[in-house]
Antibody, heavy 123, light 109 residues
Framework: EVQLLESGGGLVQPGGSLRLSCAAS????????MSWVRQAPGKGLEWVSA????????YYADSVKGRFTISRDNSKNTLYLQMNSLRAEDTAVYYC????????????????WGQGTMVTVSS | DIQMTQSPSSVSASVGDRVTITCRAS??????LAWYQQKPGKAPKLLIY???SLQSGVPSRFSGSGSGTDFTLTISSLQPEDFATYYC???????????FGPGTKVDIK
């Protein structure tokens, strides 16, 4: 069964750091680009960051550029999101999501999602 | 940046109704559009990709159409399990810079 399982969320003070992980199973992890998408409480979906299958290319939303770093370890089938300089507006459920297209340079849609992990930034 | 709008923001409908949701992009995105369904407390589920391609396992009552800037998601006969929020998402930008629409909530009339 194709599955994504996030972990690492929690309560952190403004200016603090947190690292999220996403363990993948049931598919050839290295063949697919992966993304992080977040959803603030009661709000819509916001794409945060994406990474190519090899890990050689990374992309960020303007709202997190310079503060967040996406990475992956294909030997461990795990995706990461290092979040630094956290702000109250980063409070959200963070989902990892698999891209639909295999071995594609072009990211298209998210066909598999994890259950999400909650990040709360508050003093 | 490409902005996405959806209309209506909410719709009340009955089981068996035909429901149409519209998504508009601020500039042309060819057919690089996807639709998702999200139920409360759950992750989104991919319904449609490439504007009109039905994702595997999704019931055929869901269909998508459009290209350029205007797109629609149609539910031909609303079922009880279809009450949810629906989001469109564009994937035209390269390097990737995905944007989602604000969502359309479908609730029971």
């Amino acid at each position: 069964e194709v599955q994504l399982l996030e972990s690492g969320g929690g309560l952190v003070q403004p200016g603090g750091s947190l690292r999220l992980s996403c363990a993948a199973s049931g598919f050839t992890f290295s063949s697919y680009a992966m993304s992080w998408v977040r959803q603030a409480p009661g709000k819509g979906l916001e794409w945060v960051s994406a990474i190519s299958g090899s890990g050689g290319s990374t992309y960020y939303a303007d709202s997190v550029k310079g503060r967040f770093t996406i990475s992956r370890d294909n030997s461990k089938n795990t995706l990461y999101l290092q979040m630094n300089s956290l702000r109250a507006e980063d409070t959200a459920v963070y989902y990892c999501a698999k891209d639909l297209s295999k071995n594609s340079r072009r990211l298209t849609a998210f066909d598999i999602w994890g259950q999400g992990t909650m990040v709360t930034v508050s003093s | 940046d490409i902005q996405m709008t959806q209309s209506p923001s909410s719709v009340s409908a009955s089981v068996g109704d035909r429901v149409t949701i519209t998504c508009r992009a601020s500039q042309g995105i060819s057919s690089w559009l996807a639709w998702y369904q999200q139920k409360p407390g759950k992750a989104p589920k991919l319904l449609i990709y490439a504007a009109s391609s039905l994702q595997s396992g999704v019931p055929s009552r869901f269909s998508g159409s459009g290209s350029g800037t205007d797109f629609t998601l149609t539910i031909s006969s609303l079922q009880p399990e279809d009450f949810a929020t629906y989001y469109c998402q564009q994937a035209n930008s390269f390097p990737p810079h995905f944007t989602f629409g604000p969502g359309t909530k479908v609730d029971i009339k």
